[in-house]
């Protein structure tokens, strides 16, 4: 076990909803309910930041991980590890708390942030540039949790939080995230992010379906779509590729090929030409944040 998560335990102290006090309801979700708050300091009163607090009911907890004896639920337990793995990347986890019905989890709530999902919709197709600025950071990150042996499985623009001002992102939502192994029976995550093996042979590997996923958002950030169906799947829009550049195209095909063994690695998408050297001019010229 890494060491680095070595305070991983039960909180129970009393002052855990001193410190982290309640304010509103942000969001309900089908595994728990997020609220905001802030944080502050016990010895003087003042607030020290923002915050968000999430509640898990315990009927909804579908596994749990151990950690020096202690148990936690599994969204806990990978949201730490993921931390330590890709720290500028992932939300702070703050603290957490075990209740009779219920655990608690506090999160650091990023100032001027929104989803990516709502960015593209307010900023629509961005620039080659600054595409490259914000997927290689999601791409970093899931490629350090990768070797630290964690699959966060839901990778998709809603769990993804940007600062539209200096591109920083912050992944969430560790709620499928999962211990990485050789191939999994069982999809986890959002469908219409899924690659096309599990409608294939209903199975997939862990590497192959998170290059998929990254994809997705790549495709979005380049091409200002993402469209799928149960019939068809994800469907290109290849009009709108025409303005990418060479080099940009080519990671396309790579990442978003339908065979998963023929897929460009998450090593190679980092390495790729793309990633790593700066396209050349596009054709046509789109506005950008």
């Not at 190679?268 to 950008?288: F, G, L, Y």
Request: hydrophobic share 35%; aromatic share 12%.
């Amino acid at each position: 076990m890494n060491t680095t998560i070595k305070n991983l335990k039960a909180r129970k102290q009393p002052n855990f909803f001193e410190r982290f006090q309640v304010t509103s309801l942000l969001m309900q979700s089908a595994n728990g309910t997020l609220y905001n708050g802030v944080e502050v300091n016990l010895e003087t009163g003042d607030k020290v930041r923002d915050v968000v607090v999430k509640f898990f009911p315990k009927s909804c907890v579908r596994t749990y991980a151990g950690v020096r004896g202690v148990r936690c639920p599994s969204e806990i337990y990978f949201h730490l590890k993921a931390y330590t793995l890709a720290r500028p990347f992932i939300v702070e986890p703050l603290d957490w708390i075990e209740r009779t019905d219920d655990f608690a989890i506090a999160m650091e709530k990023p100032q001027g942030t929104m989803d990516l999902f709502d960015f593209c919709n307010k900023y629509g197709v961005q620039s080659e540039k600054n595409a490259r600025i914000i997927w290689t950071q999601i791409v970093i990150a899931c490629y350090n949790m990768y070797l630290g042996g964690v699959m966060h499985s839901d990778i998709k623009d809603e769990n993804v939080l940007i600062n539209p001002t200096t591109l920083q992102i912050k992944i969430i939502d560790f709620g499928c995230a999962k211990k990485v192994q050789d191939r999994y029976e069982k999809p986890s995550g959002t469908a219409a992010y899924w690659p096309p093996e599990l409608k294939s042979h209903g199975s997939f590997k862990p590497g192959p379906v998170t290059v998929w996923s990254l994809g997705s958002i790549l495709y979005l950030l380049l091409a200002g779509e993402w469209k799928y169906s149960e019939e068809s799947g994800f469907m290109r829009n290849f009009l709108k590729e025409q303005r990418l550049t060479d080099e940009a195209q080519q990671l396309i095909n790579r990442v978003l090929c339908i065979h998963e063994y023929s897929r460009i690695t998450l090593q190679e998408v980092i390495q790729s030409a793309w990633v790593q050297h700066a396209p050349k001019s596009p054709k046509k010229r789109n506005s950008s944040v």
